[in-house]
C-alpha cells in the first residue's frame, strides 16, 4: 500500500465531515445563512483538500 494514498483517502472524508460540522455550526447556532457560509465552507474545506490531493499526486 501507499502511504500517502491512504493518508489522502483517510484524510478528504474526515476533513469534509469536520467541515460540514463547521458550516451546520454556522448556520445552526452562530445565525448565518448557508448562502453567507457557503463561501467559507468553500475555503475550510477546498484548500486542505486541494493540498491534500496535491501532495498525493506529487508522492504517488
Keep these: ?4 494514498g491512504f493518508a489522502v483517502k483517510l484524510f478528504l ?3 469534509l465531515i469536520a467541515a460540514l460540522v463547521n458550516l ?3 448556520v445552526n447556532r452562530a445565525g448565518y445563512t448557508l448562502l453567507q457560509e457557503m463561501p467559507f465552507f468553500s475555503l475550510v474545506f477546498g484548500l486542505p483538500a486541494a493540498f491534500a490531493l ?3 499526486l506529487r508522492f504517488r
Excluded: E, M
Design 24 to 26: 451546520w455550526v454556522g
Design 54 to 56: 496535491l501532495l498525493f
Design 1 to 4: 500500500g501507499d502511504p500517502t
Design 13 to 15: 472524508p474526515l476533513w
